[in-house]
């Protein structure tokens, strides 16, 4: 079981009260029939967005103690990433033990942790059986992109089936691509009826729904799908894919952070939020951290309801780490493979 703060023992660190609190347990969000009343009521007061997106990048900071828990939670909030042509079964295992074990075991020892582990791994439909394999007997879900990733450019049947294919292999996290189109020309009820059909086809697998939104016209597109996509049943609403121009940026996190507020006070349902692209610094990812504490509070920042979708943003997490426990930092060749 991994302590949720900082221990005092063998680094003379204060405790940490941000990390003290459970996460907690609820039901998975249903979906609840579609409501174009809501949807079209959006508006978004784009300046008062940019403005806090743009206070919160340069004024929020955590340091010493502080910094090394919150560093810890978002190791365990990482979705290791491999999406790559050249993947292999043996890249995808050596991705799959880092995310069994992120953390050297003298970190975890000087930190007073064990058992840290990644959020989850994801990677393509033919990858997750080797990722199943390698990943057995630990507790790090499997999850895998699907639906026509990254492009939604195939026909549903085949979306449908891909998504099934990935979940009889052994996923249990979906990471699924919207069809853009319907976005951009505002065919709510058609992207509705979709995400209601992948939903289904996830079975107990749970749903994440990546927006694109670098490639979606308005704040006030991103919002409404953020809704729609929430309304149809996605446990989890997600920036991007990572192979847009545009991925995840603090104005578009802090918009879809509130829909999922908005729905969460409206419906009760839990919805979690996953950032992804672009985001490759320990700094970065403590902003995107504090962001979630800010607008949606604690219960978002475990990884039941907070993720980051990253390949390379572990490495310099542990170079932050050791340099909070050392006081020097290692070259990022002394850190094993992220």
Same mark, same amino acid.
């Given at each position: ?50 403005r806090r997106a743009a206070t919160h ?62 959020? =989850?791994?994801? #990677?393509?439909?033919?990858?997750? *059986? $080797?990722?199943? !394999?390698?990943?057995? /007997?630990?507790?790090?879900?499997? +999850? ?48 509705y009826d979709e995400t209601v059909a ?26 409404? =799908?953020?809704? #729609?996509?929430?309304?149809?049943? *996605? $446990?989890?609403? !997600?920036?991007?894919? /990572?192979?847009?121009?545009?991925? +995840? ?5 802090i918009l879809m952070a509130r829909a ?69 930092? =290692? ?8």
């Amino acid at each position: 079981c991994i302590r949720d703060r900082v221990s005092t023992q063998s680094t003379g660190l204060k405790p940490v009260a941000f990390n003290t609190m459970p996460k907690i347990d609820f039901p998975r969000n249903p979906g609840i029939p579609l409501d174009l009343a809501w949807v079209e009521r959006t508006r978004v007061n784009k300046p008062a967005l940019l403005r806090r997106a743009a206070t919160h990048m340069k004024r929020r900071s955590v340091k010493k103690a502080t910094q090394l828990a919150w560093l810890v939670r978002v190791v365990q909030c990482i979705d290791l990433t491999t999406l790559a042509g050249d993947d292999t079964a043996g890249n995808v295992n050596r991705l799959c033990r880092k995310a069994a074990a992120p953390l050297r075991p003298d970190f975890e020892q000087k930190l007073g942790v064990s058992g840290v582990t990644c959020g =989850a791994v994801c #990677v393509y439909p033919n990858r997750v *059986a $080797d990722a199943v !394999k390698a990943l057995a /007997g630990t507790n790090v879900p499997v +999850a895998s992109v699907a639906a026509g990733f990254p492009a939604g450019q195939t026909p549903l049947p085949q979306r449908l089936a891909e998504i099934e294919a990935a979940v009889a292999a052994g996923a249990t996290e979906i990471d699924i691509v919207i069809s853009r189109e319907h976005a951009i020309n505002h065919n709510w009820q058609a992207m509705y009826d979709e995400t209601v059909a992948m939903r289904k086809a996830c079975g107990d697998a749970h749903l994440k729904c990546i927006l694109a939104v670098g490639e979606l016209p308005t704040f006030r597109d991103i919002y409404k =799908a953020s809704l #729609v996509t929430m309304m149809a049943g *996605a $446990d989890f609403i !997600k920036t991007s894919t /990572g192979k847009e121009s545009v991925n +995840a940026t603090m104005p578009v996190g802090i918009l879809m952070a509130r829909a999922v507020r908005d729905f969460h006070e409206k419906t009760g349902y839990y919805v979690g939020f996953k950032p992804a692209g672009g985001i490759r610094s320990a700094k970065d990812a403590t902003l995107w951290l504090s962001m979630m504490f800010e607008e949606l509070g604690e219960d978002w920042t475990h990884p039941n309801l907070f993720r980051i979708g990253a390949s390379s943003l572990l490495q310099d997490v542990e170079r932050q780490i050791e340099h909070g426990l050392s006081g020097s930092y =290692a070259a990022a060749y002394y850190m094993p493979m992220a």
